[in-house]
C-alpha cells in the first residue's frame, strides 16, 4: 500500500505521459493526513512543471465545514509573481486534484481559494490516527530533557497571587510537555533562603506565643505581618533581622533548626494545596539547595570578568548600553548571597546534572527584567548555548471588586477554592438532585476546582487574567462545568449504548455524512496539531479554546442527529465519534488538571 501512495515515484515515471493520468493512479486508501500530504506535494509538483517555480503548497483543515475538508489559499499567493488571477490558476489545479482517489469534489471558491470535500470512508479512517503522536514521539523520548519550573512559593512569606497562577500554568505546561513524549523534569524552585528566615526568628523570639513547631502556617503569616509592621516603627528591626540571616547563614545551629521548622511547616500547607489541583513535581529543590553550589560560581565568574568589584565591596555584573539593561548585584558588600546568586548556581546546576534542551521558567511578569539579566548573565558567562526561557504570565484582576481589595497580594487560595465549590453545589442541587449526596459532593469540588483552574488556563497568559465568578461557573461558555457537562453527556450516551471504549475506525462503513459530523470530526481530526502548538507556543488557552470548540462540535451533533435510535451502520459510527469525542476531552482535561464526571 505505501508504495501505490507514494507520489514521488508515480510523478517521477510521469516523463512517458502526463501528470494528470500518474496522479489518478493513486489508489490506496489514504487518511486525511496522508492525503493532505500527497495534494500538497502534486500541487508543489505542478506549480514546478506547469509554471517552473518551487513554492510551498499547504492545504489545511478549515474552521468551518462549509469551505470542506482541506482548503489552500495558494492561488492567492503566488497569483501576482505568476501573473495570472488567483482564480484562474487555482483552476488550474482543479482536475488534477479531483482525480486522487478520495475525493469527492474540488471546487474553487471566493478570490481564489481551493477547497476539497473528501470521501466519508476518508474522514473516518484518519480519525483512527487521532491519537497517534506522529513519529516524532519517538524520537523526543530520547532527546534531552525540558525542565519546567512552576509554582516556587516563598517560605515564610504570603503566597502570592501569582504563585497560584504559576502553579496551574506551569503543571499544564509540564503535562502538554510529557503528553508529546519529552523527556520532562518539573521542579519546584521553593523561596526556601533569604532574609525573610531573619526576620521570622527575630520575630518569633520577640512575639511568638509558642514553640515553631506548633505553630501554624497562619501563626507565621501573623508573624510575617507583625514584623512589618513594627519594623516601620523600629528601623533597627531591620538590621536585626539581616544579623539573624547572617548567622543562619553562617550555619548557626539554633536558626538551621527554626528554619527546618518553617519550611516544613509551609511544605506541608503547600500539598494539601497541590493535591487539591492535581499538581506535582519531580524535585522540589529550593533556593537553599544551592546554597554550597555559589561559591564556585562565584569564583568562576570572577575569574572569567564577569563579576566586578562595585560599591562597597559588592560584586557585580553590567551590561552592554546596547542591552538596556541596568547592572545587577550579585554578591553584597558584607559577602551575603541573594536571589540572583542562587538563580545563577541553579542555571550552572541544572546544564551540569541534565544537559537540558530547554528551561522554562514559568514566573509573573514582575521578574521580567530580572530574568533578561540573569540570562544575560548566563550568557557571558559562557555556558552551553542556554536555553533558557522566561514563560511569563499577566496579573490577575477580578470582576468582583470585593475580591481586589483584600490587604495587600494576599488571597488564600483554600478561600477561593472553597467557595467556588460552594457555588458549584449550588448549581448542582438545581440541576442534578437525583444523584446521591456523595456523588454530588465529588461532583462539587470537580466543578469547583476545575472552575478556578480553567478559568485561568482558559485566558492568554501574556494578557492580565480576569477572574471572573460568572464567567467560570457556568454551563453554558468557554469553562470548566461546560466541558465537564459534555464529558458526562457523551459518557451517558456510550452507557446507555454499551459501547465499547475504542471503536475501530478502520472498519466503519459510513456511506453519507451529516453536516454536523462533519463539523465533529473535522474538530477531533485538529487535536494533535492543537496539542504541538499550544506546547510550542507554551499557552495552554490554546488547548482550551479548542476542547470548547470540541464540545461546540459534539452538542451540534448530538442535537442534530439521533445516535441511539438512529439505524445500523449509522449508529454505531455515532457511537465510534461520540467515545473519540469523550477520550479526547478526557486527555484534554488531564492535561489541564481537570476531573471529568461519568454523569452529571
Ligand atoms: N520564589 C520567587 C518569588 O516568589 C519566584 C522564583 C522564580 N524562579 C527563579 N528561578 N527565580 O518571587
Known amino acids: 500500500m505505501k508504495k501505490n501512495c507514494d507520489q514521488d515515484q508515480i510523478l517521477s515515471s510521469s516523463v512517458q505521459g502526463s501528470l494528470l493520468q500518474y496522479i489518478s493512479a493513486i489508489t490506496c486508501s489514504l487518511s486525511v493526513f496522508d492525503l493532505r500530504d500527497n495534494l ?13 517555480v518551487t513554492s510551498k503548497v499547504s492545504f489545511d483543515i478549515p474552521s468551518t465545514p462549509d469551505r470542506g475538508d482541506l482548503t489552500t489559499s495558494f492561488a492567492l499567493q503566488l497569483s501576482k509573481q505568476l501573473k495570472v488571477s488567483p482564480q484562474e490558476l487555482a483552476k488550474k489545479f482543479t482536475s488534477a486534484i479531483e482525480k486522487v482517489d478520495g475525493v469527492e469534489s474540488c471546487e474553487v471558491v471566493g478570490p481564489g481559494y481551493i477547497n476539497v470535500r473528501l470521501t466519508s470512508d476518508v474522514l473516518f479512517k484518519a480519525l483512527e490516527k487521532v491519537w497517534e503522536r506522529g513519529e516524532s514521539e519517538k524520537t523526543r523520548k530520547k532527546e534531552a530533557p525540558v525542565i519546567v519550573e512552576y509554582s516556587d512559593p516563598n517560605i515564610a512569606k504570603p503566597l502570592g497571587i501569582h504563585h497560584i497562577l504559576a502553579t496551574v500554568i506551569g503543571q499544564s505546561i509540564a503535562n502538554l510537555h510529557r503528553h508529546l513524549g519529552y523527556n520532562t523534569i518539573a521542579i519546584n524552585h521553593i523561596g526556601d533562603w533569604g532574609t525573610q528566615f531573619g526576620q521570622l526568628a527575630v520575630a518569633h523570639a520577640t512575639w511568638g506565643t509558642k514553640p515553631v513547631k506548633e505553630c501554624s502556617i497562619d501563626d507565621l ?13 523600629d528601623k533597627a528591626l531591620e538590621e536585626e533581622g539581616r544579623e539573624a540571616f547572617r548567622k543562619l547563614e553562617a550555619g548557626d545551629k539554633e536558626l538551621q533548626k527554626f528554619w527546618k521548622e518553617t519550611v516544613a511547616i509551609t511544605m506541608k500547607a503547600m500539598e494539601s494545596i497541590y493535591e487539591r489541583l492535581h499538581v506535582s513535581f519531580d524535585h522540589v529543590q529550593g533556593e537553599s539547595f544551592y546554597q554550597d553550589k555559589v561559591g564556585a560560581v562565584m569564583d568562576e565568574g570572577k575569574k572569567k570578568g564577569v563579576f566586578k ?6 560584586l557585580i555584573v553590567t551590561y552592554p548600553e546596547e542591552s538596556n539593561l541596568p547592572p545587577a548585584v550579585v554578591v553584597k558588600g558584607d559577602g551575603a548571597t541573594l536571589y540572583m546568586t542562587r538563580d545563577l548556581a541553579t542555571v550552572k546546576y541544572r546544564l551540569d546534572t541534565w544537559k537540558p534542551q530547554a528551561i522554562l ?10 530574568f533578561k539579566q540573569v540570562f544575560a548573565a548566563v550568557e557571558q558567562l559562557q555556558w552551553d548555548d542556554s536555553p533558557l526561557e522566561h514563560v511569563v504570565f499577566g496579573r490577575m484582576r477580578f470582576a468582583d471588586k470585593s475580591m481586589s481589595t483584600r490587604k495587600g497580594n494576599i488571597l488564600k487560595l483554600e478561600d477561593v477554592l472553597d467557595e467556588s465549590v460552594k457555588r458549584a453545589h449550588n448549581l448542582i442541587d438545581e440541576k442534578s438532585s437525583e444523584l446521591e449526596k456523595a456523588e454530588r ?3 462539587a469540588d470537580m466543578i469547583g476546582t476545575g472552575a478556578v483552574v480553567y478559568g485561568i488556563l482558559s485566558q492568554n497568559r501574556k494578557m492580565d487574567i480576569v477572574f471572573d465568578w460568572q464567567k467560570v461557573l457556568t454551563f453554558e461558555g468557554n469553562s470548566a462545568p461546560y466541558l465537564q457537562y459534555t464529558h458526562a453527556r457523551g459518557a451517558s450516551v456510550l452507557r446507555k449504548a454499551d459501547a465499547e471504549e475504542t471503536p475501530d475506525f478502520q472498519s466503519l ?12 470530526i473535522h474538530q477531533l481530526l485538529k487535536f494533535q496539531d492543537v496539542l504541538l502548538l499550544a506546547c510550542r ?9 479548542y476542547l470548547y470548540e470540541l464540545c461546540q462540535a459534539y452538542n451540534a451533533f448530538y442535537n442534530a442527529d439521533v445516535i441511539l435510535q438512529a439505524p445500523e451502520p449509522l449508529r454505531t459510527c455515532r457511537l465510534a465519534l461520540t467515545s473519540l469525542s469523550v477520550r479526547v476531552l478526557k486527555t484534554g482535561a488531564d492535561i489541564l488538571t481537570l476531573r471529568v464526571p461519568q454523569r452529571m
Open 361 to 370: 521558567y514559568v514566573v509573573d511578569v514582575a521578574q521580567q527584567l530580572y
Open 309 to 314: 568589584e562595585g560599591e562597597a565591596g559588592a
Open 509 to 520: 462503513v459510513c456511506k453519507s455524512i451529516t453536516e454536523s459530523e462533519r463539523a465533529l
Open 441 to 443: 459532593d465529588d461532583l
Open 40 to 52: 500538497n506535494g502534486i500541487c508543489e509538483k505542478l506549480l514546478q512543471k506547469e509554471f517552473g
Open 537 to 545: 507556543e507554551r499557552m495552554p488557552h490554546r488547548l482550551c479554546n
Open 221 to 233: 503569616l501573623a508573624l510575617y505581618v507583625k514584623f512589618h509592621e513594627e519594623m516601620e516603627k
